[in-house]
């Protein structure tokens, strides 16, 4: 009860420390711009490859690469709205040693130019939030994808060395069988070949008598 209890409470952390955007920011041109930041428990390059299969549907365009930050053009910012915009994302290794998290930011203003961003926004803080919260699905549908496709090759993996060692027990099992057989043959061929011997060395000794005999006859 206590191991459940506990492993639970490790989930619950777990889904709130990776899955709750907050407030933050992202640099832009040596300056700090304010964006809306979450922290994904998938590795850099799932989270990109998530990002862009799901946005590029929604927007119909490939994330770009525009002055550092993915972009995807003309995409529904707000659930409902009828006006797209373009979304600018920064996906981020959160450090070296935690590889497999990726930092999210989400830039509430457009990239311009100069030395700061326009004042345009197309989000503000809540609602750029919320855009990464309901993020979260797509890229867990599409990471468990990806572990499905990964253990389907790693079962097709497993099952062709388990046929090729298989296949090698069988011919295996053939040469041991050739050479049990072969060494039945081999004990019959010794077993021939002593009885043989055995004949012989009486034929031997029964010509040796008979040539003592003459020999005994010539002295007389």
Do not use: W
């Not at 907050?22 to 300056?31: A, D, F």
């Not at 990239?111 to 919320?130: E, I």
């Not at 060494?183 to 061929?189: G, H, I, L, T, W």
């Amino acid at each position: 009860m206590k191991r459940t209890l506990l492993s639970f409470c490790m989930l619950f952390i777990t889904c709130l420390i990776y899955g709750q955007a907050q407030e933050g920011t992202v640099e832009y041109q040596r300056s700090q711009q304010p964006a809306a930041v979450i922290e994904l428990a998938y590795a850099p390059d799932i989270v990109t490859a998530a990002m862009n299969d799901y946005l590029s549907k929604k927007g119909k365009s490939k994330g770009s690469d525009i002055k550092g930050f993915t972009t995807f053009r003309n995409t529904q910012a707000i659930q409902g709205d009828s006006i797209n915009a373009d979304l600018y994302f920064k996906m981020e290794r959160k450090s070296r040693k935690e590889k497999q998290v990726t930092v999210v930011s989400l830039l509430l203003t457009v990239p311009t130019d100069g030395s700061a961003t326009a004042s345009m926004h197309h989000l503000n803080m809540d609602q750029a939030k919320t855009y990464l919260n309901d993020l979260i699905p797509a890229i867990e549908a599409y990471s468990l994808e990806v572990e499905i496709k990964n253990q389907n090759e790693a079962v097709a993996k497993s099952e062709s060395k388990y046929k090729s060692l298989a296949n090698d027990g069988d011919d295996l099992d053939k040469k041991r069988v050739s050479i049990e057989k072969n060494a039945e043959d081999n004990r019959q061929n010794i077993q021939q070949n002593k009885n043989a011997q055995q004949s012989q060395m009486t034929e031997v000794e029964n010509q040796k008598k008979k040539l003592a005999d003459l020999v005994n006859r010539r002295k007389a």
